[in-house]
Every structure is written in structure tokens, then in C-alpha cells.
């Protein structure tokens, strides 16, 4: 697999960061320097500056930097000692600081755990020079000067180290590509990312809102957003009765002792709400779902004939984000999983593991998610972090490629992605600006059986320990609701539409008429809404159309006397005048077949 950090591109975008760093000293000698890694689409560097930043310096670096790509300096790497590097960053507290972690090590120049000998070493283009252990490029002349943009014209706040409680930085962002072309279809493909922003979208179609004083990242859901995660979650309730889930309910919060002896607490500790006492106990709120699952399992004697056993719930659960890390509804901190655990025999696992994949795949299909990639999550042999021993690992591991290779999957394997408890299969999808967004997760576990004593009896009539699937097929419906949101930029299909038709009246005297329209689809399931306003047509089809609503149905003299309907489009296209029954012949096919078309 090609890896983006063995490519041109990330030596060009890593060396473009070093040059905004230079270009940014050089406006303002004073600054302090932090940190400035490539990353996806490009590049970032945070500093500590004397004043806020306006669109007149951002200008300014960029045309500077510009000037010294242009200029042609080498790129020079040397090796230096501790003592060397905070004699050179004497004046740099942020860099001193991670040099003494470089000393130590085991972190990188940015602070980060690394596995790899560490080497003190720093790259110097012209008047400047950075802590860095590369790669960039041998000279700035190969970075094409007419392909490189600051890409964000307000910096954003970034806290040192991702710690609140450290000083606020300020981050600037750019992106460097080969050619000017990649460049512009780079920066129309973010304005594009603008439009669709789910939180502009979240508020714009009564989605979702936040409140400071409800608490940050706790959404509140306003009715048209509890009405489309309502579909979502009736939608793939009714699918998982089909396929023999059982639906259970499970409280918010729990002892500490529950999630202490699954491994949860100590692993997730940094990221859970610290315990209250009641009682003389410690109680915390729910984390993750399945050590309740564990205990509804445990709570009955179980035959091989019983298994599978499949449970699901839509359970909320809490963690701790640090506030720089909380957007929208992508990272929150009260979300809710559509979480599901399925325990079965041994010989039942390929089965059952195919089976959520193939559920995986049919929820993407209807939701009109045709593209995305998968992704087999495997343990870092050189990290602690994992439990359980290497034979059940390697068990569960080869069970979860061997399924994956029989379904067809294209997958790669990726070291240190999996669960702490067992190696996993993650889906990613891909939305329509082919942004990449982790959803799906199958997990196989033989750690928290053996943990919580889990037992079946066998056809031997012996007692036998049952594998675990964790599952979750949306992920959390807050996240998947934003990718929706993104992928469809607000126009759902008509299905998931939480208003299918408004009614719009030419005038006043149609009102009553379109009332008992209203009834009728309303009689037949459909979601309406009647604009009674005293706004003009043009007006009232405007705002319809703002919404995003699938269908207007406008009606005047004639449509009254002919039981019609003028049906237009939110595209634009009409449909002309149809019979009542006609549209609602329509109407109900598109949204029972869950089409991603309008007529």
C-alpha cells in the first residue's frame, strides 16, 4: 500500500509548513513557534503570537512565502545533541519543551508517542531553522509556488499540547499541491465543504442546536431532527428484528466497580466523567454499552441451541472531550450508539461476522453510501496497551480476515487500530465531495467473556466460554446524522425528508382546499406541511425551497375545481398540475422504495 507519508506530496507540504513558519518570524520577530505537521489535505502551524492575526498579515505571509520558495534555498538536515538543540531554542519555550521529551524518549518532535529511536535533528531553509526529523523536499524551488494557499483567512485557536488548560495558540492552515490546477479544484472543493457544513445546515433546516449553558457538546435536537433520527433508528430497528436482534434497554449510568473489571475505566479513564458517590459507591456515567449487555447476557443459563444471541439498543453514552476537540455534531460528548452484541459458539462466528457485514452493506446501499473502503484493525506487537494473550488474538484476528476475504471486501490491515479488547473491521465511508468519514465497526472479542466469566453449555453438556461481537453499524447517530447531512448538503431523500411536501396556496380562498389535501396525505402517511403565511407565492416556494423539502404542491382556481395538485420540485423542475390520487401514487412509491429520485 502506498502510504501518503512515503509521498512527493507529503515532502512538499511538510517543507511549505517549515516555510510559513519562516515567513510568519520574519512579520513577527517576537512570536514563539510550536508545532507544524502535514496532514491530509495539507499543512498547519501553530504559534504564540503578540497579537491576533487580520487578513492583511495572512496576505502578507502567504506573498512571502511565495517569495521564498521562489528564492531557492536548500533544505540542510543536521543531527544535534539535547544540549545543542536548547542552546539553538533558547528563545522558544514550546520547543524546549519537546526537546526535553526527545531527550527522554519515546515522543516525537510533536510531542507524540513513537516506537522509533529517537534522533534530535533539525532542517534549515534560509534564515530559518526547525526541530524536525523530516522528510521535505532538497529545495524549495520544488514546491510550485502558484499551487500553495493559506486556506483558512481566520486562523483558528489550538490549545499546546490538545491540553485546555495549556496556553491557546494560534493555528494557521495552508495546503500545497503540484499544480496550480490541484490547487483551484483543492479550494472550490472546499467552498463546496462550506455549503454543506452540517452545523450551518443543522441550524439553517431546524436540525439541531447548542446551548452554553445546557453544556458544551451536548446537541439538543429540535423536531425536525428528532424526526429524521427517529426514521434512521425505526429504519434499522425494523432490519434487526428481521434478522433476529433483540432489543434491550440499559441505564446511564452504572458503578465504577463494572467498568473497572471489563478494562474500561482504565483504559478510557482520561476520557470518562469522573465518579460521584452514592451510598458509600462510586457510580460514573455510562461510557459504552456493552458491559450492560454482558450482565443481561449473564443473567440467564445459556444452551448452544439459545446462541446467537443478538442484542441491540440505541444506548447514550458520555465521554469526556476536551472543548478544542468538540465540532458539532462529529465530536460530542453525549452521543448516542446504535450498539449491538452478538454472543455466539465457535462455530457460529464466520457466520455471524458476515452476517453484520452484509447488514452493513445493505444500510449503506439504501442510504444511497456506495462508496467506502474497509479497514482491519490489528494490535501494535510493540505496545502494552492491548489485553488478553497473543493466541486468542491471533485467533480472532485470522477470523475476522478469513470473513472479510470470503465476503469479497476490499480491506487493507493496519497496525494499532484495533479495540483494546480484540482486532476489528472498520467501514469508511466516502460522501459525495469524496471526504472520508470512519462509521461502521465490527469487533470480534474474546477478552471480556473470559473477563465476565461468560458461559453456554454445550452439546457435550459441558460449559463453554461464547466469542463476542461488538457492533455498530451507524456509529453514533450524531455523527451520522452530520455525514448525512454533508453527503446529501441537506436535500434528503424523500424518505428521510422530516417535511415531504409543503402546500403552498396561490391565495387565501385555496387555503381550505389545501387543508384537506394535507388530511388526505396525511391519512397516507405522508409528511406535510400547509404554508398559510401571508408571504407571496414566490416567497413561500423560496423558503420550501431553502428547506430542502422534496415536494411543493401549489394550487389555484383551477386545481380546486379539478381535485389537481401543480407539483414542483425543490430542483426547480414542475411537474405540472396531477391528481390528488396521482401524486400520492407518486409519492408513496418513492418513499416506500426509499428512492434517491423525486419523480
Not at 35 to 47: L, R, S
Not at 329 to 337: C, I
Request: net charge negative; aromatic share 10%; charged share 30%.
Amino acid at each position: 500500500m502506498n502510504r501518503y507519508q512515503d509521498s512527493h506530496l507529503y515532502r512538499i507540504r511538510h517543507s511549505a509548513a517549515h516555510v510559513m513558519a519562516q515567513a510568519v518570524l520574519e512579520r513577527f520577530p517576537q512570536a514563539k513557534i510550536a508545532i507544524g505537521p502535514p496532514i491530509e489535505d495539507g499543512f498547519y502551524y501553530d504559534f504564540d503570537l503578540p497579537r491576533p492575526l487580520t487578513e492583511e498579515d495572512l496576505a502578507a505571509i502567504e506573498a512571502r512565502m511565495r517569495e521564498i520558495i521562489r528564492e531557492g534555498h536548500d533544505f540542510v538536515r543536521r543531527e544535534v545533541t539535547a544540549d545543542e538543540a536548547r542552546a539553538l531554542f533558547h528563545d522558544q519555550p514550546y520547543k524546549l519543551e519537546l526537546i526535553d521529551g526527545l531527550e527522554k524518549g519515546g515522543v516525537d518532535e510533536y510531542g507524540e508517542k513513537t516506537d522509533e529511536a529517537v534522533v534530535i535533528s533539525t532542517y534549515r531553509q534560509d534564515t530559518f531553522e526547525d526541530l524536525c526529523r523530516g522528510p521535505h523536499v532538497s529545495n524549495t524551488r520544488e514546491i510550485n509556488p502558484d499551487a500553495i494557499s493559506i486556506t483558512f483567512k481566520a486562523p483558528a485557536g489550538a490549545y499546546w499540547r490538545g491540553d485546555e488548560k495549556r496556553q491557546m495558540l494560534t493555528r494557521i492552515y495552508g495546503t500545497a499541491w503540484e499544480t496550480p490546477e490541484q490547487l483551484q479544484q483543492y479550494l472550490a472543493l472546499l467552498e463546496e465543504a462550506k455549503k454543506r457544513d452540517h452545523r450551518k445546515l443543522g441550524q439553517d433546516l431546524g436540525l439541531f442546536t447548542f446551548s452554553t449553558e445546557v453544556g458544551k457538546g451536548l446537541p439538543l435536537w429540535k423536531p425536525n431532527g428528532a424526526i429524521l433520527r427517529d426514521l434512521l433508528e425505526r429504519f434499522l430497528r425494523e432490519v434487526q428484528i428481521e434478522r433476529g436482534y433483540q432489543p434491550v434497554i440499559t441505564p446511564h449510568i452504572a458503578r465504577v466497580a463494572l467498568y473497572e473489571r471489563s478494562g474500561h475505566y482504565p483504559y478510557y479513564k482520561d476520557s470518562q466523567y469522573s465518579p460521584f458517590e452514592v451510598e458509600g459507591d462510586y457510580f460514573m456515567l455510562k461510557p459504552m454499552n456493552c458491559p450492560h449487555h454482558i450482565h443481561i447476557y449473564k443473567d440467564d443459563l445459556h444452551s448452544y441451541r439459545d446462541l446467537p444471541v443478538r442484542m441491540a439498543e440505541f444506548g447514550t453514552v458520555y465521554r469526556y472531550e476536551k472543548s478544542g476537540e468538540l465540532h458539532g455534531l462529529t465530536r460530542v460528548r453525549g452521543f448516542t450508539q446504535d450498539d449491538a452484541h452478538i454472543f455466539c459458539t465457535p462455530e457460529q462466528l464466520e457466520d455471524e461476522f458476515l452476517g453484520v457485514v452484509d447488514l452493513i452493506e445493505f444500510i449503506y446501499q439504501s442510504l444511497g453510501l456506495t462508496d467506502y473502503r474497509a479497514r482491519v484493525g490489528v494490535r501494535d506487537p510493540q505496545s502494552d496497551k492491548y489485553v488478553g494473550n497473543d493466541a486468542v488474538w491471533e485467533q480472532a484476528t485470522q477470523a475476522i480476515i478469513a470473513a472479510a476475504t470470503k465476503r469479497g471486501l476490499d480491506f487493507t490491515v493496519e497496525e494499532g487500530e484495533a479495540a483494546f479488547y480484540g482486532p476489528k473491521l472498520d467501514f469508511t465511508i466516502r460522501d459525495a465531495l469524496k471526504r472520508e468519514w470512519q462509521v461502521s465497526t465490527v469487533q470480534v472479542d474474546y477478552n471480556l467473556p473470559a473477563r465476565f466469566e461468560l458461559e453456554y453449555v454445550g452439546e457435550d453438556n459441558e460449559r463453554h466460554q461464547p466469542i463476542m461481537i461488538h457492533r455498530a453499524l451507524y456509529g453514533s447517530m450524531e455523527r451520522f446524522v452530520a455525514v448525512l447531512i454533508e453527503h446529501y448538503a441537506g436535500a434528503f431523500p424523500a424518505w428521510l425528508s422530516p417535511v415531504q411536501a409543503v402546500l403552498i396556496p396561490v391565495a387565501d380562498r385555496h387555503l381550505d382546499y389545501m387543508r384537506q389535501v394535507a388530511a388526505q396525505l396525511r391519512g397516507q402517511g405522508l409528511r406535510v406541511q400547509v404554508d398559510d403565511s401571508g408571504d407571496r407565492m414566490s416567497a413561500k416556494i423560496r423558503t420550501a425551497t431553502l428547506q430542502k423539502v422534496p415536494w411543493m404542491l401549489i394550487a389555484g382556481d383551477r386545481d380546486v375545481a379539478g381535485g389537481t395538485v401543480s407539483v414542483r420540485l425543490r430542483s426547480g423542475e414542475d411537474l405540472g398540475a396531477m391528481p390528488l390520487p396521482n401524486f400520492i401514487e407518486l409519492a408513496r412509491r418513492i418513499v416506500d422504495s426509499k428512492a434517491l429520485t423525486l419523480a
